[in-house]
T-cell receptor, first 111, second 116 residues
Framework: GDSVTQMEGPVTLSEEAFLTINCTYTATGYPSLFWYVQYPGEGLQLLLKATKADDKGSNKGFEATYRKETTSFHLEKGSVQVSDSAVYFCALKGSARQLTFGSGTQLTVLP | KAGVTQTPRYLIKTRGQQVTLSCSPISGHRSVSWYQQTPGQGLQFLFEYFSETQRNKGNFPGRFSGRQFSNSRSEMNVSTLELGDSALYLC???????????????FGSGTRLTVV
């Protein structure tokens, strides 16, 4: 079945550092891929998405490229801010017709 | 426009009781999905409703059930609560199950259920 493997956390960075959170997936066909972010005490917010191979999703300085050859959708940001501290979830929507999530990566950005 | 509204935000129940959670989707959204979030199991899909019909169901026991009304509002019910049902229950709405890829899902803030 569908599955998402996400970089283990927690990740602690200094402000303005470069961020990469790795995400790989297993799915049949051509799933859509998503990154969601969860701030403390809140639900999930869609950060970005990509629906086909080589698509690049981007939002608020975050980017991720749908790489079918490596079945990956790594999240990157060139310069993180304290306000980016949150839990990040990689997810896919594939043949199962539901969102399948990774385990989440806790990011803490220190001033 | 208003987001996805889940009520109540917090709930404490006793083992063996039943509970009903409510979700009002974004206006115009006709699909509602439910997820359970726990520290041990992460985010797990419960079920999805569209046009008052259950379209998809995850691997949860029959104690977990749901329904959707004609105005797209959805409820989920858990009967005979167990300690392991303590979790954050999240509802997500979308325009429709086949349009979620294009427009994504919008999540509510969740209902925190504690079973004691």
């Amino acid at each position: 079945g569908d599955s998402v493997t996400q970089m283990e956390g927690p990740v602690t960075l200094s402000e303005e550092a470069f961020l990469t959170i790795n995400c790989t997936y297993t799915a049949t066909g051509y799933p859509s891929l998503f990154w969601y972010v969860q701030y403390p005490g809140e639900g999930l917010q869609l950060l970005l998405k990509a629906t086909k191979a080589d698509d690049k999703g981007s939002n608020k300085g975050f980017e991720a490229t749908y790489r079918k050859e490596t079945t990956s959708f790594h999240l990157e940001k060139g310069s993180v801010q304290v306000s980016d501290s949150a839990v990040y979830f990689c997810a896919l929507k594939g043949s199962a017709r539901q969102l399948t999530f990774g385990s989440g990566t806790q990011l803490t950005v220190l001033p | 426009k208003a987001g996805v509204t889940q009520t109540p935000r917090y709930l404490i129940k006793t083992r063996g009781q039943q509970v009903t959670l409510s979700c009002s989707p974004i206006s115009g959204h006709r699909s509602v999905s439910w997820y359970q979030q726990t520290p041990g199991q992460g985010l797990q899909f419960l079920f999805e409703y569209f046009s008052e019909t259950q379209r998809n169901k995850g691997n949860f026991p029959g104690r977990f059930s749901g329904r959707q009304f004609s105005n797209s509002r959805s409820e989920m019910n858990v009967s005979t609560l167990e300690l392991g049902d303590s979790a954050l229950y999240l509802c997500a709405s979308s325009l429709g199950p086949d349009r979620a890829e294009l427009y994504g899902y919008t999540f509510g803030s969740g209902t925190r259920l504690t079973v004691v």
